[in-house]
C-alpha cells in the first residue's frame, strides 16, 4: 500500500504525552479472530485459537492507512503502556445465552494472563455443525493506572460453525461424468428435489477434484473463484462449507454444480481415484437442510444425480476452449429439461478424504482496464494492461451475429504473447462474454484474433485474483527507486499467492516450489498476512513426506528440480510463522516432519559430517546449491554447492535447537545444539582453502553462508568480512552475484554486520544485475532471471522484502517474545534516504516507524500497538541531547533509558505513538 500513514509534517510537531484519563472501561477486545479468520464458516479444528486485539483501534489503523491523522491526536489515541493482565471468554450456543453472558460451551473465567493471540478453546466437546458464539473481556493497566485494573467492556459478539468432522457423517457419493456423455473435462451436474415450506436455514459442503463452481435455483453460490485451494489430493481433498438458506424456496429447487480439471489433471496426483475417473474431475456435495419443523433434509451426491459435458474443453495446457453454441439455458434452474442428460458415475476406488479449507478462498480483489489497445495484423490486436496479473481475462463482445466465429486470445508477461492461449466460439445470439472460468493466465499483454473492430476499452478487463488475505504493511522513502523495488515485490506476491499456496510463477509451471517458498517467507509474511495460506501449503508438505522422511522439491509434489535448500521448507517456514505470528502451533503439527527429514538427509553424510549428492528419483531430481544467479556466476561450481548445503545443514540445526526449546523439547534442543556445533568445524575443514585464504569459489554466498552461521572461526572472520566487501563494492561495483538461494542469506549476513550500506548499494542500482534493472527494463514484477529470461511473475528474488521494514523501518521481531510481543526499532540512516515511513501490520496491531533526516538533526515517530513493548534505538550523540515530544526522553511517561549503543540512546517503551528527536 502505497498511502503513507502519518504527514511527515505533522509527525514531526510537538505532542503531548497520552490523556490519562484511559481505564479499563474505556477498552473493548476488538478483532476476534478463530482460527486466524472473522467468523469462519465449516472448520474442523476440534480446539480452534481464539485471538483477539486488546482494543478497538480499527479506527486509528485506518487513519495511520490514510494519512488523515495528526501525530499529535493518534498520541492521544493510544494510551501508554496499555497491556492486558488478565482476559475471560465466554462461549454458548446460541446468540441468546452469550447476550445474557452464560457460556454454556466454554466460560473460562478470570484467566491471569497477557495472552491475546491463540487461546485454545478448552470447553465442551465440539460436534459437527456446531454454531459458537463468542465473546471476551479483558483486564488492563497503563502508564496512567497501574493498580487495581477493571474489566473491559464486552467485545462485539463473534461467531464461528464447525463443520462436518467425521467421516460418517457424509451421506454425499464422490461423483464423476460418464465417458458416455461425451468430453468430461468441463462437466456439468445438477439434482432437483421438492421441500414443501421455506427452510429454516441450510448449509452446503462441497468437495471437488479441480475447481467447482455451485449454484442454487440459477444463483451461483458464494463470491470465492476457483475453490477449492491447493491441497495434496492423494491424501485429501478440501471441502468448503456455504450458507445457502435463502437461496432455497418452496417448491421444485435444483442444486447444480459445474466443474472444471483445475490440478487434478496433473499426473503428480495420481491416486487410485485418478484412474478410476479416467482423469476426469469429481465432486463430492452434500446440502443439509433444516426445516422449522425440525425435520432435516440431506440432498447429496449419489447415482440419481445427472451430468453433462459443458461449452468447455481445453484448448493449452492450462488454456481454455467455451463454443458458446453449446450453451443450455437455464440448466442451473429447477425448471430445465435435464432428459437429454446422463446419469453420473460413482467413484468407486479409493477417494481422499474431505477436509475442510481453513484458508481464506480464492477472489477477485482487483479488476484492470487497459492503458493501451493497438492493432497488429489483420484482425488482430494487442491489448495491455500495463501491469503483470495473475486470473482472468474477460472479453464482452456486442451485437453478435456470427455463429462459430473463432476468437483467439494469446496472453504473455511480455508482448510476445506466447505463454498461454484461450478460444471462444462465438453463438450468434447476440450480446456475449467470455470468462475463462476453471482456469488463469498470469498477463500484460493479451493478443486477441479474430475482431474486426478493436474491443473498445470497457469491453476488455483483466482481474486480479489471488487468496482473499487482506493488504496492510507499507513503506516508502525518500528514494523513489527504493520505493518502487518495495512495491513491486509486494505486488508480485500478490500474484504469486492464488489458491492457498504460493507459486514459483503462476502460469508456466504454477508449483509450490520449496527453495521460493523458504527464500521469500519472511518477507512476504512482513508484507502481507499470510499464516491460513501456509498452514495450508505446509499441511501439503507433510502429506508429500514419504515414510523414509524424504521430501520433494515442491508441494503438492511433482517431479521438480531442486535441493536440500528446497526440502528444508519443512523446517524453515515453520519457524517463520511463529516469529511472525507467535504461532507454537505451527512447529507442534511440523516438527515430527522436520526431525524425519534430518533423520533422511543424514543418510547422505560422510562419516555423519559432509553431505555429499543424493540420488535423482521420482520425486525430485537435482542438487542445487544456489539457483538463478547473474551471468557470469557458476551456481553449479561443486565446492561451491557443497558448501551452500552443508552450511544449510548447519542452519537447520541451528533452527531445530530453537524450535526445540520453544516446544519445551530440551533434550532434543541439547542434542541439535550438539550436531550444529559438531558441524561447523567440520564444514570449516572440509571446504575451506587454506591456500587461497577463502571459501569454495570465493563468491559473495561462498563467503555469507560461512559467516551467518557460525562455520568462519573466530580469527577468519574479519578477513572473510573484508573479502566479500571486496567482491561487492570492487569487483561488483556495488552489485550482487547471488541468486535464489544466495540473496536472504547475503541479506541477513549484512544485516547482523551493519553493513546496510552495501545493502542499499545493491538495491539502488539500475543496471544489471538488481530490481532497478529490472524496472528500468519496464517491469512490473520482478523476474526469474536477472537478464529478463522466461517468467517475468517469479518469486526468486522477492526475500530483499524484508530488508526495508527490518533495516529502513528497523522493526525486528524478538524471538523470545514472537508475534511481536516484543520487538525492536532500529533504523538504519544509509545512503542518500532522507526520510523514511513504514507501516508493519503484525498480529497485534499496526508497527509504525517514520523517520526524516535533515542534517544532522533526527525525528523518529513511532507507534507501539497494545499489549506490546519495543526496544527503540535512536541515533544521538548522547542521552541528553533526546526529547520525546518536546521533553527530556528520559522524563518522558512510557519512556525507560537502557543505554548508549553504537552511537543509539537505547529505550525500553510501551504501547503509544511517540515522538523522539535528536542531533547525531
Not at 51 to 57: A, T, V
Not at 343 to 351: F, S, T, Y
Not at 468 to 492: E, I, K, Q, W
Not at 856 to 873: D, E, G
Amino acid at each position: 500500500m502505497r498511502s503513507l500513514m502519518i504527514s511527515l509534517m505533522l509527525m514531526m510537531a510537538s505532542a503531548g504525552p497520552a490523556s490519562a484519563g484511559w481505564f479499563s472501561s474505556d477498552v473493548a477486545p476488538a478483532e476476534l479472530k478463530c482460527e486466524y479468520r472473522e467468523n469462519p464458516l465449516g472448520i474442523d479444528a476440534t480446539k480452534p485459537s481464539l485471538s483477539w486485539k486488546i482494543s478497538d483501534f480499527r479506527m486509528v489503523n485506518e487513519e495511520l492507512s490514510s494519512g488523515q491523522s495528526e501525530f499529535g491526536t493518534l498520541q492521544s489515541k493510544i494510551p501508554r503502556g496499555l497491556r492486558q493482565t488478565a482476559y475471560h471468554v465466554l462461549v454458548a450456543s446460541s446468540e441468546a445465552l452469550l447476550r445474557r453472558n452464560t457460556g454454556d460451551l466454554w466460560d473460562s473465567g478470570k484467566v491471569e494472563s497477557d495472552q491475546s493471540l491463540h487461546v485454545e478453546y478448552a470447553g465442551k466437546p465440539l460436534v459437527s455443525q456446531m454454531r459458537c458464539y463468542w465473546k471476551v473481556r479483558v483486564w488492563t493497566v497503563s502508564e496512567s493506572r497501574t493498580l487495581n485494573p477493571e474489566p473491559s467492556l464486552w467485545s462485539k459478539l463473534a461467531v464461528w460453525e464447525m463443520g462436518l468432522l467425521n467421516t460418517g457423517e457424509w451421506k454425499a457419493k464422490w461423483v464423476f461424468c460418464s465417458p458416455k456423455a461425451g468430453e468430461g473435462g468441463f462437466p456439468m451436474f445438477r439434482k432437483t428435489f421438492v421441500l414443501d415450506e421455506v427452510p429454516r436455514d441450510a448449509r452446503a459442503y462441497i468437495s471437488s477434484l479441480g475447481f467447482h463452481e455451485l449454484y442454487v435455483n440459477g444463483a451461483k453460490v458464494g463470491d470465492d473463484v476457483l475453490s477449492p485451494a491447493v491441497c495434496q489430493l492423494s491424501e485429501r481433498s478440501l471441502y468448503l462449507t456455504h450458507d445457502v438458506g435463502s437461496l432455497l424456496r418452496k417448491g421444485t429447487n435444483c442444486i447444480a454444480i459445474h466443474l472444471g480439471r483445475g490440478w487434478y489433471f496433473r499426473g503428480h496426483q495420481d491416486y487410485a481415484g485418478v484412474q478410476r475417473t479416467g482423469g476426469r474431475p469429481a465432486v463430492l456435495a452434500q446440502v443439509d437442510i433444516r426445516m422449522p419443523d425440525g425435520r432435516r433434509i440431506s440432498v447429496a451426491t449419489d447415482e440419481s444425480w445427472k451430468a453433462s459435458p459443458s461449452p468447455f474443453t481445453a484448448s493449452t495446457h492450462w488454456g481454455l476452449r467455451y463454443d458458446a453454441r453449446l450453451e443450455q439455458s437455464g440448466w442451473n434452474k429447477a425448471g430445465f429439461n435435464d432428459s437429454a442428460w446422463m446419469p453420473v458415475e460413482v467413484c468407486g476406488a479409493r477417494m481422499p478424504d474431505a477436509s475442510a479449507q481453513m484458508v481464506e478462498p480464492n477472489r477477485i480483489v482487483r479488476v484492470l482496464s487497459p492503458v493501451k489497445i493497438e492493432a497488429k495484423e489483420s484482425h488482430s490486436w494487442m491489448v495491455d494492461f500495463g501491469t503483470n496479473v495473475a486470473g482472468w481475462c474477460t472479453l464482452k463482445l456486442h451485437d453478435s451475429r456470427e455463429s462459430g466465429k473463432k476468437i483467439v486470445l494469446e496472453f504473455g508477461d511480455d508482448a510476445r504473447c506466447d505463454q498461454d492461449r484461450g478460444e471462444y466460439i462465438t453463438s450468434g445470439q447476440g450480446e456475449e462474454c467470455y470468462v475463462p472460468r476453471f482456469s488463469y493466465q498470469a498477463f500484460r499483454y493479451v493478443k486477441i484474433t479474430g475482431l474486426a473492430k478493436a474491443p473498445m476499452p470497457g469491453d476488455v478487463s483483466a482481474s486480479l485474483i489471488r487468496t482473499d488475505y487482506a493488504t496492510g504493511s507499507s513503506f516508502a522513502c525518500s528514494n523513489p527507486r527504493l520505493t518502487a523495488v518495495h512495491d513491486m515485490v509486494s505486488y508480485t506476491f500478490q500474484c504469486l499467492t492464488l489458491g492457498g499456496y504460493m507459486v514459483d510463477c503462476p502460469h508456466i509451471e504454477r508449483l509450490g516450489y520449496g527453495g521460493d517458498g523458504q527464500a521469500s517467507a519472511e518477507s512476504a509474511m512482513v508484507i502481507h498476512p499470510l499464516a491460513p495460506l501456509y498452514r495450508n501449503w505446509m499441511r501439503a508438505w507433510r502429506d508429500c513426506q514419504s515414510p523414509d522422511g524424504d521430501m520433494p522439491h515442491t508441494a503438492p509434489i511433482e517431479f521438480a528440480g531442486g535441493g536440500p535448500y528446497w526440502c528444508g521448507f519443512i523446517i524453515a517456514v515453520p519457524w517463520q510463522m511463529y516469529l511472525q505470528y507467535g504461532d507454537l502451533s505451527a512447529l507442534r503439527e511440523n516438527y515430527p516432519a522436520m526431525q524425519k527429514w534430518l533423520g533422511f538427509v543424514e543418510q547422505y553424510c560422510k562419516n555423519g559430517d559432509i553431505m555429499e549428492p543424493w540420488p535423482n528419483n521420482n520425486r525430485r531430481n537435482w542438487y542445487l546449491g544456489d539457483w538463478a544467479v547473474p551471468d557470469g556466476v557458476n551456481q553449479n561450481n561443486p565446492e561451491a554447492v557443497k558448501l551452500v548445503v552443508n552450511c544449510y545443514r548447519v542452519y537447520c540445526y541451528d533452527l531445530m535447537t530453537r524450535i526445540a526449546e520453544a516446544l519445551g523439547q530440551k533434550e532434543d534442543a541439547g542434542r541439535y545444539r550438539v550436531k550444529a556445533d559438531g558441524l561447523r568445524p567440520a564444514v570449516h575443514q572440509a571446504l575451506y582453502d587454506a591456500k587461497r585464504q577463502t571459501y569454495a569459489a570465493g563468491g559473495q554466498l561462498d563467503l555469507a553462508f560461512p559467516l551467518l552461521t557460525g562455520v568462519v572461526p573466530e580469527g577468519l572472520r574479519a578477513d572473510i568480512v573484508k573479502q566479500l566487501e571486496q567482491d561487492i563494492v570492487v569487483k561488483r561495483n556495488g552489485h550482487l552475484s547471488v541468486g535464489l538461494v544466495g540473496i536472504p542469506i547475503l541479506v541477513k549476513t549484512l544485516m547482523g554486520l551493519d553493513r546496510d550500506d552495501l545493502i542499499f548499494s545493491m538495491v539502488d542500482k539500475d543496471t544489471y544485475p538488481g530490481w532497478g534493472y529490472m524496472l528500468k527494463n519496464g517491469a512490473t514484477t520482478t523476474w526469474e532471471h536477472w537478464n529478463g529470461a522466461r517468467s517475468r511473475i517469479h518469486n526468486c528474488y522477492n526475500s530483499i522484502g524484508m530488508w526495508f521494514y527490518q533495516s529502513l523501518g528497523g522493526i525486528q521481531p524478538d524471538p523470545a517474545a514472537p508475534g511481536y510481543k516484543q520487538f525492536t526499532i532500529k533504523p538504519a540512516l544509509v545512503g542518500d534516504i532522507s526520510w523514511v515511513k513504514t507501516r508493519l501490520n503484525s498480529v497485534r496491531g499496526a508497527i509504525v516507524s517514520n523517520w526524516r533526516k535533515d542534517g544532522k538533526k533526527l525525528n523518529m515517530a513511532v507507534v507501539i500497538p497494545p499489549n506490546t513493548t519495543a526496544i527503540v534505538y535512536v541515533p544521538a550523540k548522547d542521552q541528553a541531547g533526546v526529547t520525546e515530544s518536546g521533553k527530556p526522553a528520559g522524563k518522558a511517561r512510557g519512556v525507560k533509558f537502557l543505554r548508549m549503543e553504537n552511537g543509539a540512546a537505547v529505550y525500553e517503551v510501551g504501547s503509544g505513538a511517540y515522538n523522539f528527536a535528536s542531533e547525531e
